[in-house]
């Protein structure tokens, strides 16, 4: 006698790290393995390589909308890593909802609640003169100071991401910067990145204390920023040539809103990212 052994893979397994699953079954929007996708119908939500199928779903979503920052053929509104080219969106990790590949610390669960692509002038935003949005980038000139906000409160524990550049048109010790601003009194942190330094400080009553700093070669015409503030806790990562992670304890200041800082010539900035954890 004999006889045949063909198991049915178990659904909602992980996919691997190449977006792969067994069989017939393909990698969701959930970074899980599945022969009928959570939204349903024949298609999966988002596509991976290696797709055969009709395309209706992910085509006909209004909500991914008609822009894709990072290239990988999923759109803004349905890239789980908008900044970072991840056609698997692979996210697996930490079993969250965002990417493996943006995820600014995968092992715990990170949300995305904002990106900002500049592709037009950005609502809840108050620029100040001098900034300008161009060509899907938003662009600051300033000699001294200025700082472009967003006019919504952040959640309690927050992780802020930009990419950009800077052209030193002064002195003054020159950079670009996300920071967590105070609405009341303006006061602020700021995770900068200087031609020489990585930096933490803060602003209060306009008199800035550095908190932190780590000595760097940069090149500021490529250059990632990512702010990590949970309660009193900062982590700061910059990414020019180099990468430092300056990082503090301060509380003196309540971070509400979020905003990106130039100073000393002109700053380029290709996405404005927030998550919260």
Known sequence: MAGCFSPTPAEGLPCSDTGACPGAQRCDVDGKCRSTPLGGGGDAPIDVPGDSMSDAMIDGNAACGTHDKDGDGINDGCDNCPNIANPTQAHILDADAVGDACDPDNSRFDTQILFEGFYTAPMSWVLPNGWSVNNGTLVGVSSGTTIA????????????????????????APNIAVVARQTNGGDYYRCSALDVRGELAKSVGGVSTQLDLRDMTADLSNVTIGYNLTGSSHFCYVQAGQTVTPNAVDGSITGDLAGLRVRGGTGTFDYFLVYSH
């Open 149 to 172: 906000y967003r006019d919504v409160a952040l959640p309690a524990d927050v992780t802020v991401v930009t990419g950009g550049s800077l052209t030193v048109t002064s002195g003054g």
